[in-house]
Structure formats: structure tokens, C-alpha cells
């Protein structure tokens, strides 16, 4: 009979250990969200709580998109992102481009000061900005909430978006020029294909961004019809009875998206964070 | 051509950023409704009303609470993490993945995840804490004495994935040699640590912190969301939640945007203070 006798834990064991906790903390929450967003009301509040559903139910569900204006928050949420993305992916693909291709004085005081910007957090933004529209007249617009997205996203997309022109080969361009192709054409034959894959990581962050953003459309968007997710998921507590099954659905509606887009652009995400995709 | 191509990307930024963070150093120069356009230059006014204000007073001492626990936590469990995760084991790649959700998910899907996990009655995490016998009787996690504790554990949970994917980006860059040389050395694993890991991770640690401090410092939605609705939501009211009510809640525009104005001042002397003090780990990264 062997006797059991205390081992120093191996160092392959508590890596185990810490990978397994991590993983846990990570993933707990949104198992717990899932198993909630199917059960049926007496379900939700039983105690002791089921971990998987006894009684799974869409019901949830079928009420959020019926009973709340979900799909009206959720249109909203698309179409702001969108515009988000398109407006500064433009504006930044064109600004990198001249960042890492044209020498001019004052370039590098151009790239401290995109850095610079990333001191000012959104609620130092968000308050003048609020004022600024209101004296614009567009506030409560989808217009004002597209340009508060922009001013949030653009120093990043700029940023991220000159460190991957900055990897492809001037000489590329260099050699279509030689061949007689105009500066549009080598810019749309050789280096937009080149840095696709750039671009859409880098849409992608943005969209997260936007898709993401509690504190303007808060601010900006008073008008039920034009609110985007986050607000109007709030905006569900406000019931006198918390309908938790009801938040937990909105809550997994919300997250997919994001989450798909996520695992997506994954591969990119270890360059992109090298090269400072990084806010919030 | 090449100014060109930068020109609106400059515009949008001085329009959208640089403008309305200088509007606003006039703006807390004013007292003016939030609604209303009337408008009436005070002078500093604003800033001495904030001086003799127990309640700003209060909100900055949170903020600090909030911002230093929540920094060091997220360092600590980021820089542990990466460490762990940067070995190989069956199952990293999925590990990797799986850890960066709570950073990439909207902070209000966050906030309402905790608050129901953290439920008083009827939450896991107080049944749990029932059904082994931690505690006899269910913890209020939102109520005042406890709202701070939840709001800085949600705090790290959903912000040091971002600390672990910066460090870990860096320390697969340290070329492998090194640690074999430590360890014909006999060098052991802490030693290795300090030694080799800790001197290489230096320069970006600098940064992350720096970071990781100005955005815990100006963090809105995370504390905002937690403490609506929750009662006790006057413990956790920062200075960034501050100057958002007295903007929207109690329509003072002036006295919003000089709590910002102080805001930004704060981090920018602290910057200026970290740099001087820290200068050297940034240049050897």
C-alpha cells in the first residue's frame, strides 16, 4: 500500500490551476447570462438556482423583440456604428496614407498630437460637446451621435491605420508609377488590396467602439426612436419589477454581435495592440 | 497632395476634440443652464463655489479610492496573467480568447451581469457564499457599505484583460535565450523573474500604467451604470459621475465643464510628475 505523502505542487500543476481560474472568471458570467436568458420567470428567481435550464424557453426572447422597442435600438446601434466606421475609416485611411508617404514639415508633430488626444476622456469630451450641439442645433440627431463617435475613434483608427501603411513597401507603388499608372490608381490597385486586411481589423475595433458607447448616445440622444443598444437596455430597468430573464435576452443580443466581430479579427489583435489599438 | 490627404483627419480632430475640450475651459467660465441658451460670464467663480463644496471634495477622494485599487489590481492580476498564459499548456489559444471577453463587451452588459449575479436575494454569488457557510446572512453587495467593493471588482474584472494583452504581446518578444541562460545559471523561476522578465516588460508597464490610470481616473460608464438605480449610488459618485450631474442632473453647464477642467489639470500634472519620476523605465523599453 503506497502512502499518500505531501508533494511540493508541481509548477505544471498551479499553471494548470491559474489557466483553468482564468478561463472560469472569464466565462462564468456569460454562462450565467445564457442560462438566465432561457429560463422562464419563476425559474429565474428559484432558489437554489438551476445552473442549465430545467424548463428552456424562448419566451424571453419573443417579449424583447416584441414588447420593447429592441429592434428599433438595435437598427439604431447598426446604423450609427456604420456610419461611424465608414466616416472615420475614410478619413483615416487617407490621413495614414499621407503620415507614412509624404515628407512635410510638422509630420511627427502631427503623430504627437494624435497621441496627445488619447488624455482626453469622453466625459471631458462629452460635456462641451453636448453644449457645442445643442448650439449647432442638431442635437438629438443620429448626425451629432456619428461625429462624437468620430472624434472618439479617429486618433486610434489613425494611429493603428499608420502602422500598418508603414509596413507595406513603398516600392510597390513606386514601381506601378514607373508603369505609367496614376497616383489614384497605384493607391486603389496596389496599396488598398495590400492593407485590406489592416482596414478591416481596423473597422472592426471601431465598430466595437461604437457599437460599445454608453456615454454619448446617453447624452446626445433624448428621443426614444433614436436611441442605440446600451441606452435602451438600460433604459429596461427602469420598470418597477426588474424582469431579469428580459435583461439577460438583451443582454446576449448585445454581446453576440460584438463577440462575433471579436473572434474574427482575433489574429489581428496581438499586431493591432503592438501598435497601440488600444482604448477605454 | 500629401497635406491634402491629412487635412480632414486634422479637421475632424481639431473640430470634434481639440475644440470642445478648449470650449469648455470657457464654459467653466460661465454659469449657464444646460438647456437653456442664456448665458453669464462669472469668471472663476464656478471653480470657488467646487473649493467650498463638500460634495466635490467627497467625489474626488472616491475617484482616488476607485482609480488606486482598481490600478493596482489590474496590474498585478494582468502582469500574473500574461505570465501564465505566455507558457504553453493544452488549450492557450482558447484561454487567450476566452479571457479578453469582458474587456471587449459593452460596459452595460457587464454592469447588468454583475448586478444580477450580485443580487441580494436572489443572486449566485451570495448563494454560494450561503451554501458553503462563508456567510450567514445575504450580502447587500449594492447597498453602502458594499457598492465601492462590487464596483471596483467589476472594475478589474472587466479592464485587466487589457493590462495581460499588453504585456503579453511584449513578453513573447523576449528572445528565449535569455531564460536558458538563467537558468544554467540555476537561477530560480522568482529570480528569473525579476531578473530577466521584470527588465524587459519595464517599458510597457510604464506605459499601461499610465494609461490604465488616466482612463480608471476618467472612468464614467462602469461606476455611472453600477451606482443608478442601486440606492447607495451617492458612495460611488466619482469626479467623472460628479461632473456628469451637475451637467445633466442639476443642468449647470459652468460648474460641469470646471469639473472636467479640474479633471484634465489633475491628470496632467499627475502625468507630468509620473514622467519625471519614471522617465528611465520608459527609455530602457
Redesign the interface.
Known amino acids: 500500500m503506497t502512502r499518500w505523502r505531501w508533494r511540493r505542487p508541481s ?2 500543476g498551479l ?2 490551476v ?2 483553468v481560474l ?2 472560469l ?3 462564468f ?2 454562462f ?2 445564457a442560462s ?1 436568458s432561457f429560463k422562464p420567470p419563476p425559474e ?2 428559484a ?3 438551476s445552473f442549465i435550464p430545467q424548463d428552456p424557453t424562448w419566451d424571453n426572447f419573443r417579449r424583447l423583440f416584441t414588447a420593447t422597442g429592441f429592434l428599433v435600438y438595435f437598427k439604431n446601434s447598426l446604423i450609427v456604428s456604420g456610419l461611424a466606421v465608414l466616416l472615420t475609416m475614410v ?2 485611411a ?2 495614414a ?3 507614412t ?4 514639415v510638422g509630420r511627427e508633430k ?1 503623430a504627437g ?2 497621441l496627445c ?9 462629452v ?6 450641439v ?2 449647432a442645433g442638431i442635437e438629438n440627431t443620429h448626425f451629432a451621435l456619428v ?2 463617435f ?2 472618439f475613434c ?2 486610434f483608427t ?1 494611429w493603428l491605420m499608420r502602422a500598418f501603411f508603414a509596413t507595406i513597401p513603398i516600392e510597390l507603388e513606386e514601381a506601378a508609377l514607373v508603369d505609367g499608372a496614376g ?1 489614384v490608381r497605384a493607391v486603389v490597385y496596389v496599396v488598398l488590396p495590400l492593407a485590406l486586411p489592416g482596414i478591416i481589423a481596423t473597422s472592426i475595433f471601431t465598430f ?1 467602439l461604437a ?5 454619448f448616445t446617453r ?1 446626445l440622444i433624448t428621443s426614444d426612436e433614436l436611441k442605440t ?3 435602451g ?2 433604459d429596461l ?2 420598470s418597477a419589477l426588474i424582469d ?1 430573464g428580459l ?2 435576452a ?2 446576449m443580443m ?2 453576440i454581435p ?2 462575433l466581430f ?2 474574427a479579427v ?1 489574429r489581428y ?2 499586431s493591432g ?2 501598435a497601440g489599438a ?1 482604448k ?1 | 497632395m500629401g497635406l491634402l490627404a491629412i487635412a480632414p483627419a486634422l479637421f475632424l480632430i481639431l473640430a470634434l476634440t481639440l475644440y470642445p475640450v478648449a470650449y469648455s475651459i470657457w464654459l467653466s467660465l460661465l454659469e449657464k443652464h444646460s438647456f437653456f441658451p442664456q448665458e453669464r460670464f462669472v469668471g472663476l467663480e464656478n471653480y470657488f463655489y467646487l473649493w467650498k463644496d463638500p460634495e466635490f471634495w467627497t467625489s474626488l477622494w472616491l475617484g482616488v479610492v476607485y482609480s488606486i485599487w482598481t490600478i493596482f489590481f489590474q496590474i498585478i492580476l494582468g502582469v500574473a496573467a500574461a505570465l501564465i498564459l505566455n507558457e504553453t499548456f493544452v488549450g492557450r489559444g482558447l484561454v487567450r480568447g476566452i479571457v479578453l471577453f469582458p474587456y471587449m463587451i459593452p460596459t452595460i452588459v457587464a454592469v447588468i451581469l454583475w448586478k444580477w449575479l450580485l443580487n441580494d436575494t436572489y443572486g449566485v454569488v451570495n448563494y454560494w457564499l450561503l451554501a458553503f457557510g462563508i456567510v450567514w446572512d445575504p450580502i447587500s453587495w449594492l447597498g453602502a457599505d458594499h457598492i465601492m467593493l462590487s464596483v471596483i471588482v467589476i472594475s478589474i474584472w472587466q479592464f485587466f484583460p487589457f493590462v495581460l494583452l499588453s504585456i503579453l504581446a511584449r513578453l513573447q518578444t523576449i528572445p528565449p535565450e535569455l531564460y536558458e541562460a538563467a537558468k544554467v545559471d540555476g537561477a530560480s523561476a522568482f529570480r528569473r523573474f525579476v531578473h530577466v522578465t521584470l527588465p524587459q516588460i519595464r517599458g510597457i508597464l510604464f506605459v499601461v500604467i499610465l494609461l490604465r490610470s488616466i482612463w480608471m481616473f476618467t472612468k464614467f460608464d462602469t461606476v455611472w451604470l453600477m451606482g443608478e438605480g442601486a440606492g447607495a449610488g451617492r458612495f460611488i459618485r466619482t469626479l467623472p459621475v460628479y461632473a456628469y450631474m451637475r451637467t445633466l442632473t442639476y443642468y449647470q453647464a459652468g460648474l460641469g465643464a470646471a469639473l472636467a477642467v479640474i479633471m484634465f489639470a489633475i491628470l496632467v500634472v499627475c502625468t507630468i510628475i509620473y514622467f519625471r519620476l519614471f522617465r528611465e523605465e520608459a527609455d530602457i523599453g
Open positions: 509548477t505544471r499553471l494548470y491559474g489557466a482564468l478561463a472568471q472569464a466565462s458570467p456569460f450565467w447570462m438566465t429565474v428567481f432558489q437554489p438556482p478619413v483615416s487617407a490621413g496614407y499621407s503620415l508617404r509624404y515628407r512635410y502631427i498630437l494624435i488626444t488619447y488624455m482626453f476622456a469622453p466625459i471631458m469630451v460635456i462641451p460637446f453636448f453644449i457645442l445643442k448650439k461625429l462624437a468620430t472624434s479617429l486618433p489613425l497616383r466595437i457599437w460599445n458607447d454608453y456615454i447624452i443598444l446600451p441606452v437596455v438600460q430597468f427602469h431579469w435583461i439577460m438583451a443582454g448585445i454581446t460584438a463577440l471579436f473572434i482575433q489583435l496581438i495592440w503592438g488600444v477605454g
